[in-house]
């Protein structure tokens, strides 16, 4: 199974469900550009309901029929996009998936306080989609140095990419964190000059 079986198996879950006025695979899955370390993107639109109300249903749905090991908000990109990263057990850890929904005026905008955010699990998230852009030596897309001066605020200029993710991989509280996953991404660290 790969990432293309898990997001048609989602999109049809989600359509199923009747929540929503659209379900649509985005990004790479639909270009036929996806390779080993893409994830999967699938943005809901539903009329009916605020942009966050669609993304927390859609979270529902998956999680009624997946085991998720955790999600996180991608604060930043509010108010224009409401997006969340899934990630599920069992499958690659580059294999998340990103459900959004796109601001609608009918609704107030949320503020980002309000939305909840694990330390450990967004610091894991921002690890592993760093690392997937450092294996790919996509540098453009390659945020790593921006993590590694807010943890350690110092410049990440000179020192060698397996250093930054190592010294940020030690950052990472652990206790509360599934531990396969832990361990395929301890492998991934051998990925990385």
């Given amino acids: 199974m790969n990432q293309k079986h898990i997001a048609e198996e989602i999109v049809q879950l989600l359509h199923a469900s009747g929540h929503f006025d659209s379900v649509s695979l985005d990004g790479s899955l639909t270009l036929d550009s996806w390779d080993e370390l893409s994830d999967i993107d699938i943005v809901v639109e539903g009329k009916k309901r605020s942009p966050f109300e669609n993304v927390m249903i859609a979270l529902d749905a998956i999680g009624n029929c997946k085991k998720i090991i955790f999600y996180d908000w991608a604060r930043g990109l509010l108010p224009e996009k409401h997006l969340i990263s899934i990630y599920l057990k069992g499958v690659s850890v580059f294999w998340y998936v990103d459900i959004s929904c796109y601001r609608d005026p009918k609704f107030s905008a949320i503020n980002r306080e309000e ?5 450990a699990e967004h610091l894991l998230k921002l ?15 390659n945020k790593i140095d921006i993590v590694y001066h807010r943890l350690f605020q110092l410049p990440g200029d000179g020192v ?7 010294k940020i ?3 990472i509280p652990k206790e509360s964190l599934d531990n396969s996953m832990l361990s395929e991404c301890e492998k991934i660290m051998s990925r990385i000059a």
């Fill in 115 to 119: 939305l909840p955010q694990d330390y």
């Fill in 127 to 141: 690890w592993i989609c760093n690392i997937k852009q450092e294996i790919r030596k996509d540098q453009e897309r």
């Fill in 160 to 166: 060698p990419a397996k250093e930054k993710f190592t």
């Fill in 169 to 171: 991989w030690e950052r």
